[in-house]
């Protein structure tokens, strides 16, 4: 059973005869309350529209050839006070003409007399099931509104020419809108936001990719209630029954208050890493100073303490430097030091510079970039550590040596950069966790590998500021191999 057929809410059918012929009354009674729906009888047109008037009826049985007020008089009467009743015309001589002029005014079906019990129930079950069907679709679209107008999420959904064909107040109120509807408007003549309308417009004219949709963060001014607010605004095309999107829509969340609590916990890390690192980089400096024999001579036991402590600090001391970095690059300063990358050389340098490390893990490294590739519009330092971390991790997770690729290419819109590995890969599991802060792999393996476990939320970081992406494949035991998707610089 479905969920819809579970909150079905049961009624009793009521249905009203009106004609004159009392015969045709009762037997009609008689016949219809053994099928357990709730019957009334008028014996005129006016007496059946006097009932209509104080009381709504599913089903009207009237017959059409009545002295005074005729059954088409009652018909047109009845449409234009409920026009959701189903009517069914009793035709006394089953003239085809009648019966069509009946149902070209409204009617739903009609009966010839004399009728069998039998063709009166099939015909009134079959008018039943009609307007259940109405009456479903009718339940539903109040639930939908309900839901919609109550939902604290801004919703929009508009059709292939961006008319409005429903907003909930709390979309209204996030755009800054003081119209009570917009339903049938334009979305130029009252949105404001150019980005959410340009995002529309795409979302209308995405390719047939099921499930896409487009996700953006945009801050928009508060429209005089506060300073300014910070939107997640999705937008997600709808399709018809041959698979053409026939219209898009549109959800708001407001995260301010989200934005603004990550935004000081990001100061207040960035304030605390800032205050210990340079004690650390002294303890460490002293350290040096032991250990190079500059304090007298060390006895071999107190030569290994030393070391291992300064290789604790150290890991430390990096890892307020990545806390920095994230804290940066999350703050959005760093992107803003944009310029026009040339990556081939960009990647070709940062291989280079990691063959020393490559030799010493027995590591081949291999480099597959054309000779040219197009620029990205990027921050040259972000660029750099992207790649550094990949090639690092590649080549510390491969702990019995093997080779390292780095490849790159252009995929639609996008310069691909691939870093493959042949180590001992991750886990499919592992594979959503790795890229949260200060997340390690904890195994027999990785156990003597150092790390701060964030290197990889710094990449994602610094990838989504640059409108771009990164993607894993892995099996655990035959290596990785990392893709980062950078959007080209175009024009
Ligand atoms: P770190 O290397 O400092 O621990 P990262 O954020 O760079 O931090 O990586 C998170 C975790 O992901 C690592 O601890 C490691 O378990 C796993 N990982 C990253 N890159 C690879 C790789 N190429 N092969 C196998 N595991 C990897």
Redesign the pocket.
Known sequence: MTTEAVIQINYTPTILVVDDEVRIREACRLVLEGCGYGVSLADTGAKGLELIRDQHFDIILLDLMMPELSGFDVLAQVKALHPDTVIIVITGYATLEHSVDAMKKGAFDFIPKPFTPEHLRVTIAKAIDYTRTLRDIADTRSRLRTLVNRISDGVMCTNHEHRVALANPAFLRMIGCAAESVIGSGMDDFLDISRIREMIRNALDMSDAPAMELTEEIPIDGHGQSEEMILNVRCAPFRDRSGRNIGVITVLHDITALKKMDRMKSEFVSMVSHEIRSPMNSVLMQIQVILDGLAGELTDKQRDILTRAHLKIENLARMTTELLDLARIESGLITLERESVAMADLIRDQVAFHLPFAASASIEMVVDVPETLPSVLANRRNMEEVLS?LIT??I??SPGGGQVTVSAAVVNDYLRIRVK?T????STE?QHR?FQRF???KDEK?RYIN???????IVKSILESHQGRIKIE?QQGEG?R?SVFLPILTG
């Open positions: 971390n991790n590649a510390k997770y590995d180590g001992m890969g991750i592992d790795i997340y390690r792999v990785t790390g701060t476990g964030l290197g990889l939320s892995s990785s990392f």
